[in-house]
């Protein structure tokens, strides 16, 4: 990997977790990154959400102000939801 031992040690060790314990890692090395570079990459089912919100508010598809609170929140929606300590969830 590099010249950082204990990084490249960690990661070995890594690939052998769960795969929810590896999924966290992920999602505090991407909000690390954020933190310290200010950039985020979209994942392709953030990118397509996205995509349909953006098609759905120009074809006028609009939720009523009853809608949001019953319904269940996309999985894309939830991890940005949760890396904000979002309250909806």
């Known amino acids: 990997m590099g010249d950082n031992k204990p ?3 960690l990661m070995e060790r890594a690939a052998s977790w ?3 314990a590896q999924a966290d890692l992920v999602r505090f090395m991407i909000d690390t990154e954020a933190k310290h570079f200010g950039v985020y990459r979209l994942s392709d089912a953030e990118r397509a959400a996205i995509q349909k919100s953006l098609e759905d ?6 939720a ?3 809608e ?3 319904r269940k929140l996309p999985n894309c929606l939830r991890v940005i939801a949760a890396r904000h300590e979002d309250p909806l969830l």
Do not use: K, V
């Open 18 to 20: 769960p795969e929810e």
């Open 68 to 70: 949001p609170a019953t």
């Open 7 to 9: 990084l490249d040690a």
């Open 57 to 62: 508010a120009q074809a006028g598809r609009f």
């Open 64 to 66: 009523s102000d009853e």
